[in-house]
């Protein structure tokens, strides 16, 4: 895929342990529709099996939750794809 130059992302629904939060900084993302919202956000290169290298972005949340992404795009900064991952959540929301 990174020969075509398709990237992928996805939440990771059970990752390993928690981050310290000393690796958090906070971020004004933009969000698609203009709405700027404070995130705190960490990242780190992570081994997917034994050959696919990829992005782990995670978000802490005010409960001291992470939430983690997945990504293979290496093109764009990690604000970028926390705001793409997380106005796709809250139109999942809206149409549930």
């Not at 034994?50 to 782990?56: N, S």
Request: one cysteine or more; hydrophobic letters at 35%.
């Amino acid at each position: 895929m990174r020969g075509l130059r398709v990237a992928c992302q996805t939440y990771h629904k059970y990752p390993k342990e928690d981050w310290p939060e000393s690796e958090f900084t906070d971020y004004m993302v933009s969000l698609p529709h203009g709405e700027q919202v404070r995130m705190k956000l960490a990242e780190r290169g992570t081994r997917l099996g034994e050959k696919v290298w990829v992005r782990e972005i995670r978000k802490l949340t005010e409960t001291g939750h992470q939430v983690s992404i997945l990504s293979t795009n290496f093109q764009v900064d990690m604000v970028s794809i926390a705001a793409h991952m997380f106005a796709r959540w809250s139109q999942e929301n809206f149409f549930q």
